[in-house]
């Protein structure tokens, strides 16, 4: 019965240490999808940035929400600058990566545009005051915070 009792207990430790891999392999992807996203949200950025989307904010919510893992806010100065900025991330010259999903391109006040990982909402400035998403999501840490950016 002794020799069954240490089967079964180096057994147990084989899975331990394999359920321990498995953990550490898991953590490790999603340290990288995390960077990535990282990644994409400093391209969006970067792109924004030379369409003149002016008051950037990038909020890391990924500890928050499931939804996604940045939210990218940028204002336009109406509704053709927030158009081409929805248009330079979609197909223009800082084309970074076609969206899943885009929202309110038609009206043009508030486009969000999503990528998954990243979220991205180009707003006139109305619409950005009246919704208030930093508000909202005040106590997610912003990239510049962070030293990113």
Known sequence: MQAGS????TSGNGAAK????????????????????????????SALDEGKGFR?????VHEMTLIADYFVIVSGAN?????????????GPGFVRRPN???GYAPGRWILLDYGDV?????????RSFYGLERLWGDA???????VR
Not at 6 to 9: A, D, L, Q, R, Y
Not at 56 to 60: E, G, K, R, S
């Open 18 to 45: 394999a359920n321990d891999s498995r953990r550490r392999a898991y953590g490790e992807r999603l340290a990288r999808e995390l960077q990535e996203a990282k990644r994409l949200a400093l391209e969006i950025t």
């Open 101 to 103: 999903h885009v929202e």
């Open 119 to 127: 979220v991205v909402h180009v707003f006139q400035d109305e619409e």
């Open 56 to 60: 950037m904010a990038v909020l890391d």
């Open 6 to 9: 240490i089967e079964s207990g």
């Open 141 to 147: 840490p912003r990239l510049e915070d962070l030293g």
């Open 79 to 91: 509704q053709r600058h927030v158009k081409s900025l929805a248009d330079r991330l979609t197909n």
